[in-house]
């Protein structure tokens, strides 16, 4: 996927699939003289908000988990499931803008923000001072990078007007910087018609889909998936779920998004767990795709995927 002329490569990591500057996690390590290989992913960086916010995942002083397997996170490893609610732990864009470890890294990558403000004009400024910040800081950056504005999350009910309104006030703000702009959804709270209507949008070089799914979205079995309908983290919110019962439901939002117009790169993930599901993204209408759980599920598989994707064509 090529985007302002920045080659970033058929397979993205999921925001944070290797922490903020790539560090990786313990099961990563773990996993390396088996194979795992996670060095031909484009690095994105763990999602930062503006301000430092401690989320549900307690932090060391490098910014790692704590704990080696958090209360916020449940693993069904034998059924590729996870479910997480991290909330957003970071230690916020400055902290980790001080750490200088961005600006060293040598090949394309991409920063992962998101706007915390309680309205939409309050998270337009908190992105207008972000942007502002990695400007003062974009001269010392030794590689080219994108901008991946997290929108997946959602702070309000939007209807569709409402969504594509913020989005394009946005990529408005961000576009300043003068990076490729991606704008990350989830299909559980991103409208078709919304998103395609952002084609039009000269600073939206790309989109992003789909984050995790909220435990107990309607779209979903979670007595068949995930054996009850009351999440295990109902005491940090219930979660999002990650893993294979994503992939065909993104998969047909995607070919529903191409049927409405939309001619953008899309960087789709979710549910990727083999080589197979690689195919499927291609042939839905993905540009690109982004591997997150399946390193923490199934390791042993990310070289193949990795492999399969740079063997296909990708629109």
């Not at 006030?169 to 018609?193: R, Y």
Request: proline fraction near 6%; charge should be positive.
């Amino acid at each position: 996927m090529k985007l302002r002329g920045i080659d970033f490569g058929n397979v993205l990591g999921a925001s944070g699939v290797q922490g903020f500057f790539g560090e990786g996690y313990w099961f990563h390590r773990l996993w390396r003289p088996f194979g795992l290989d996670l060095s031909d992913l484009t690095f994105v960086a763990k999602t930062a908000t503006m301000w430092p916010r401690s989320g549900n995942m307690a932090l060391k002083k490098n910014f790692e988990p704590r704990n080696l397997f958090p209360s916020c996170v449940k693993v069904k490893p034998w059924r590729g499931l996870v479910l997480n609610a991290v909330g957003l732990s970071n230690p916020g864009l400055l902290a980790l803008l001080a750490r200088e470890s961005w600006q060293k890294r040598t090949k394309p990558f991409w920063l992962s923000l998101m706007p915390m403000g309680n309205t939409a004009n309050e998270r337009l400024e908190e992105l207008r001072t972000m942007v502002n910040l990695i400007g003062l800081e974009k001269e010392n950056f030794s590689a080219p990078f994108g901008l991946q504005i997290n929108l997946s999350c959602p702070n309000t009910n939007h209807d569709p007007g409402q969504l594509i309104e913020e989005s394009d006030a946005m990529l408005n703000v961000a576009g300043t910087l003068g990076v490729p702009l991606m704008l990350k959804f989830s299909i559980a709270s991103a409208p078709i018609e919304a998103v395609a209507a952002l084609n039009d949008h000269a600073m939206c070089d790309a989109i992003c889909v789909s984050n995790t799914l909220p435990f107990g979205w309607q779209g979903i079995d979670w007595q068949n998936v995930w054996g009850g309908t009351t999440s295990p983290l109902a005491e940090f919110g219930g979660g999002g779920l990650s893993g294979g019962v994503l992939r065909p439901l993104v998969c047909k939002w995607m070919v529903s998004l191409r049927k409405a117009g939309f001619t953008k790169p899309i960087n789709g993930g979710g549910g990727i767990l083999c080589a197979d599901d690689v195919d499927a993204f291609n042939r839905a209408g993905a540009s690109s795709i982004f591997i997150g759980s399946v390193a923490m599920v199934r390791p042993w598989r990310v070289k193949s995927i990795i492999k399969q994707a740079n063997k296909l064509d990708w629109r």
